[in-house]
Nanobody
Framework: QVYLVESGGGLVQAGGSLRLSCAAS????????MTWFRQAPGKEREFVAA????????FYGDSVKGRFTISRDNAKNTMYLQMTSLKPEDAAVYYC???????????????????WGQGTQVTVSS
């Protein structure tokens, strides 16, 4: 079992920045992947970004490329999402998810991730 706790959400003006964190505890490994998804009211959950836990290779959804940066600190078992140039359409509940294992396996499909956090709200005012 992996436990994930997100933090860093809040209210920001359009054009501003926020940094989300996701701390993992429990059964973690040196490889795998962690990811961010988001869900706005009335919309499906959307892939935001993912990172290979061992390699650090990062992948982004088209809507956030060039504005968001995903990173991780393996020693702290923590993943980050630096969000810049925020837009009202970025407002959503942001969820982190993880799949640890013996190799990196980065995916943009929800079903590939076994463990999820409770989410953190990001609100962007126009």
């Amino acid at each position: 079992q992996v436990y994930l706790v997100e933090s860093g959400g809040g209210l920001v003006q359009a054009g501003g920045s926020l940094r989300l964190s996701c701390a993992a505890s429990g059964r973690t490994f040196s490889s795998g992947a962690m990811t961010w998804f988001r869900q706005a009211p009335g919309k499906e959950r959307e892939f935001v970004a993912a990172i290979g836990w061992s390699s650090g290779d990062a992948f982004y959804g088209d809507s956030v490329k060039g504005r968001f940066t995903i990173s991780r600190d393996n020693a702290k078992n923590t993943m980050y999402l630096q969000m810049t140039s925020l837009k009202p359409e970025d407002a959503a509940v942001y969820y982190c998810a993880a799949k640890f294992g013996e190799v990196d396996y980065v995916s943009h499909y929800e079903s590939d991730y076994a463990d999820w956090g409770q989410g953190t709200q990001v609100t962007v005012s126009s």
